[in-house]
T-cell receptor
Framework: GQSLEQPSEVTAVEGAIVQINCTYQ??????LSWYQQHDGGAPTFLSY????GLEETGRFSSFLSRSDSYGYLLLQELQMKDSASYFCALTGGGNKLTFGTGTQLKVEL | GAVVSQHPSWVICKSGTSVKIECRSLDFQATTMFWYRQFPKQSLMLMATSNEGSKATYEQGVEKDKFLINHASLTLSTLTVTSAHPEDSSFYIC????????????????FGPGTRLTVL
């Protein structure tokens, strides 16, 4: 099977940069995605890494290292609205997603 | 982006009754949809893959006779929780990938807004 571990909670101040790590165990996958979920809401797509390296999308960047079974999401210029849960997810066969344990990000003034 | 809707957004039912949740892709056709369950403060757990015109495939540990899935058209999948019990109370979310975006740089799935089920 697949498993993905994330820190349960991260706290940062508005305007700062925060990194959310994701370590995984899998026998094979196509890529690593990141999703944001506000309380009671639907997950929304943030970023995807099909290859090793850094992908940048506005204030969000994501990194993947297959050799280290590791990825991270980097959020820059933090805003209060970024307070949410963040999930990494592996894409397997049939486009199925296996989600990580999730990280609750709290942005403080 | 592609839009996925769910209905109802919340439902309260008595123990032993059945509840049907609908998932619709509004502006694209989805041959495959996915159903997830999320308990409070936990991650999303894939329950099953819904395939248009064929039987759903269930993840290990998910009772197919309890969670009935029907994918009768390219825009609609339904999940029926049969004989619901309080332990089935959860947030049920569906998702779909837009095949029109397949092969692009992303591998994005679009999620419905979720259905909060409370079984009394």
């Amino acid at each position: 099977g697949q498993s993905l571990e994330q820190p349960s909670e991260v706290t940062a101040v508005e305007g700062a940069i925060v990194q959310i790590n994701c370590t995984y165990q899998t026998s094979g996958f196509y890529g690593l995605s990141w999703y944001q979920q506000h309380d009671g809401g639907a997950p929304t797509f943030l970023s995807y890494n099909g290859l090793d390296g850094l992908e940048e999308t506005g204030r969000f960047s994501s990194f993947l290292s297959r050799s280290d079974s590791y990825g991270y999401l980097l959020l820059q210029e933090l805003q209060m609205k970024d307070s949410a849960s963040y999930f990494c997810a592996l894409t397997g066969g049939g486009n199925k997603l296996t989600f990580g344990t999730g990280t609750q990000l709290k942005v403080e003034l | 982006g592609a839009v996925v809707s769910q209905h109802p957004s919340w439902v309260i039912c008595k123990s032993g009754t059945s509840v049907k949740i609908e998932c619709r892709s509004l502006d694209f056709q989805a041959t495959t949809m996915f159903w997830y369950r999320q308990f409070p403060k936990q991650s999303l757990m894939l329950m099953a893959t819904s395939n248009e015109g064929s039987k759903a495939t269930y993840e290990q540990g998910v009772e197919k006779d309890k969670f009935l899935i029907n994918h009768a058209s390219l825009t609609l999948s339904t999940l029926t929780v049969t004989s619901a019990h309080p332990e089935d109370s959860s947030f049920y979310i569906c998702s779909a990938a837009d095949p029109g975006l397949a092969g692009g740089p992303h591998n994005e799935q679009f999620f419905g807004p979720g259905t909060r089920l409370t079984v009394l």
